[in-house]
């Protein structure tokens, strides 16, 4: 149902969505080891999420007839200089996700694809709210500073995502 040339694209995304997730694995495990239990327990969801994410990419080749191929995820990262600079890489990896899907849209608006375009539509979507989810942490930063005050106060509020 969906071209080959488009498979292999989403191929690359839901191993990229496994690598995302393994990503904040490694943030979560930063966090983790520093005490930080709000933002620990942020970047587990975010995880979680990431696997959903491979999970609709994989059930849609299934459904569309293609198969599912994986590739080797690269090594994670365990360490950082402090936790404004996890947040800032992990908004800029939204940044490159976002980039991604797009990729993955024009090539099914090249090919006429609507079954793919309807499924993109909700990643483009769901890309919307995870960069203004970083970048609204972000902006604490920028805002507040890197003071323990700061730390202690998004780690609290971090810590109630659901």
Not at 49 to 65: C, I, Q, S, V
Not at 72 to 94: D, G, S, T, W
Not at 143 to 152: D, H, M, R, S, V
């Amino acid at each position: 149902m969906i071209s080959k040339r488009l498979a292999d694209k989403i191929n690359e995304q839901l191993n990229f969505e496994l690598e995302s997730g393994y990503i904040y694995k490694g943030m979560e495990a930063f966090f983790g080891n520093e005490g930080l239990t709000g933002f620990q327990h942020f970047m587990k969801l975010q995880a979680e999420e990431e696997y959903a994410h491979h999970d609709k990419f994989a059930n849609f080749l299934y459904e569309t007839g293609n198969k599912v191929e994986y590739t080797a995820i690269p090594e994670v990262k365990n360490e950082y200089k402090c936790p404004k600079e996890v947040m800032q890489v992990a908004y800029e990896h939204e940044q490159e996700v976002t980039k991604r899907i797009k990729e993955l849209y024009e090539i099914a608006l090249e090919e006429k694809d609507y079954v793919a375009l309807t499924t993109l539509d909700w990643f483009l979507h769901e890309q919307i709210e995870e960069e203004d989810t970083f970048r609204g942490i972000m902006d604490r930063f920028a805002l507040l500073g890197e003071a323990n005050t700061t730390l202690y106060w998004i780690d609290k509020e971090l810590g109630h995502r659901e």
